[in-house]
């Protein structure tokens, strides 16, 4: 009896050619028994070698079922096995087969995502898994079959959460990583106005198929290298997310409904149906706003504009951006912790709601339109008021502007034909 020879540690031999016990499959146990009459061997002309109708293998039926792919694999192995001792070895291989095969499908299944993908070679997969793997694997928080599509998070020093959404390229590291991140996009600088035609901005801009020439060595730009990229830029901009969520946390914004990380811009509530609208600049985001504009009845907000564009000198670096505003127009703004949200909604004088959906923008708006009569000063959606003033007789236009009367007092009022787009 050979008991040396036999790979599997829960496998007893009962006799020298018939095994009973367990083989462990990824932490699994499945029960099998295998024996081999001791007569088949001489009975057996064919070189001493057994064949598939003298071994009887017994095994529980999950374990048939994990072997099913190898039964042909099984089959070919065993017509050259000299005894049952080969036979276990040639088991012991296929198991590990098997379990290889196994791991990949849980890494494949680590997706949920339904969206189109398509299969990666089998060299830009296994280049993709080894990179995600360095990266780590709690990183990812969205992965599709193919790992063509993924998405991986990102965290600020302030645990501020950030999305990278990959796609990759079938050519890939030839063919840079396509990546869409959030990040803020300011719309008044020559420099910026790449990152500022959509929502996303392709982080990595080097234009030359992906192939950054530094130095004369050419430098392959890959997932790991991007996130390196978007993580400094994320750096960049701590000054401002700071200086936003200030706004976010204490004052009522009106607009955007729900701040992204990209929205540079905030309509922040102010009293008598007032609100004013600033653009920051994330780049330098403690400077005067590069924008700034009131809303409201005029004879509330001509005071605090005038204010503002006398004293804007007397902006402060060492002060915080509210508190310069504030400082300036002389002003507080109403704070989320001692105010309702209700006392800022402006009803829309044509549709009676404050905020308004728009289904090609997929957002709300607030009413932006106010009558310039002092004892109107109704305020409207621009998107309502240009339905009215468009539905009168003999509606005047001249270039991108509607002229009519105000559904109220009858004043003349007028509204932009061209919705912004958000
Ligand atoms: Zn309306
Ligand atoms: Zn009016």
Redesign the pocket.
Known sequence: MNTISNPFPLLIAVQSNHYRGLIDVLGKEYYVDISLPSTSLSHNNNNNKISLDTIRFDCDREFKQLLSPFEKTLENRLVQCKNINQFLFELQDIIERLITNQKQQQTATLTNSNTESFLLPFNVFNTVISELEIIGWNRILKIDRNVSKFSILLLDEKKREFIAEFSINEKYPDIEPNVKCLLPKSTHTSNSQKESKSTTSNTTSTGNNGIVVAGGSKKMITIISTIEKLEAKIKEYQEFFDIVEEIDAKTWVLEPENPKRSDVTRRIALKDSCSLLIEINPKSPKTFPVNCQFLGPEQAIDPLRKLLNQRFKEWSFSKGLLENLEYLMNIKFPLKENTRLEEFSVE?G????HR?YSPETNTHSI?NVVCKNHRCQKQ??Q??LYEWLKALPNPHYSFNIVYGKCPYCTDPISVSTILPNK
């Open positions: 829309c044509v549709c009676y709601s308004l009413p409207f959606h998107s309502c």
